[in-house]
């Protein structure tokens, strides 16, 4: 059984609920984000926050939490012609994608993450790629990561796991995921905390806004990956309230 994780760590919402799940059944996990001259480019800042976060308020995870890396890949930004990475509105193209679809990105972003746990020795490589409710990315799919799976054992000649623990659920499933690993955290009030701090710290917003502050955290409010998380949200706090209810 593997025990050790890196966690493709952007600083959204899917990424640090991944991150958190990592740290509830790996004895040792690391972080790794990229650099692509995004321009959501605040979410650097943001993961940071999170780390600090996470370390701060779950002691039982403090210490399974090892090294972060961030990678330059300017590159990525050179070669791509998408609304994330130019300043251009979002809407669909021919091809029936969104143009926030950056092409080779996740393909680039496992193979780079396998080499960094090829040298730091992790066994497994986390990412919060989902095919449930998201837009339909090709690079998000579960074919595509078993397929990447296989290159990249084949290639690096060692077994690489990539695990992918969002892929077949929605955004409201992903909150409570987040609620449930943190209540089984044993940290105090662990559910709502983890779920405060998604919020508070994690960023989503393609436009990279941070002034604007909703029940679901900050963002513009309107970008796709707002109204994705917006959404998913309400479903989440919907649920809860019926949960909750008596009888
Ligand atoms: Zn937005």
Redesign the pocket.
């Known amino acids: 059984m593997p025990t050790s994780a890196l966690v493709l760590f952007s600083g959204g919402q899917d990424s640090t609920t991944c991150l958190a799940l990592a740290l509830s059944k790996y004895e040792r996990v690391e972080t790794i984000a990229f650099d692509y001259r995004q321009r959501h480019h605040v979410e650097l800042t943001s993961r940071l926050h999170v780390l600090r976060e996470i370390k701060a308020h779950f002691p039982q995870w403090a210490g399974k939490l090892g090294d972060d890396h961030l990678l330059d890949l300017a590159v990525l930004g050179e070669v791509s012609e998408t609304s994330l990475t130019r300043d251009t509105a979002f809407k669909m193209e021919q091809s029936g994608l969104p143009n926030t679809f950056v092409p080779g990105r996740n393909l680039l972003f496992l193979t780079l993450a396998a080499a960094v746990a090829y040298r730091r020795d992790l066994q497994v490589l986390m990412t919060g790629v989902c095919e449930t409710d998201f837009s339909g990315y090709p690079d998000c799919r579960d074919e595509t990561m078993k397929a990447m799976q296989l290159a990249l054992s084949l290639g690096m000649a060692k077994i690489c796991l990539i695990e992918t623990p969002l892929m077949w659920i929605d955004k409201a499933a992903t909150w409570q995921l987040a609620h449930d690993l943190g209540h089984s955290s044993g940290a105090l009030g662990g559910g709502e905390a983890l779920v405060h701090l998604i919020i508070e710290h994690t960023h989503?917003?393609?436009?990279g806004?941070r002034t604007h502050r909703h029940a679901w955290g900050y963002?513009?409010?309107?970008?796709?990956?707002?109204?994705l998380r917006a959404r998913g949200y309400g479903r989440f706090v919907g649920l809860t309230t019926k949960q909750s209810e008596p009888g």
């Open positions: 989503t917003c393609y436009l806004d963002g513009c409010g309107s970008c796709p990956a707002c109204d």
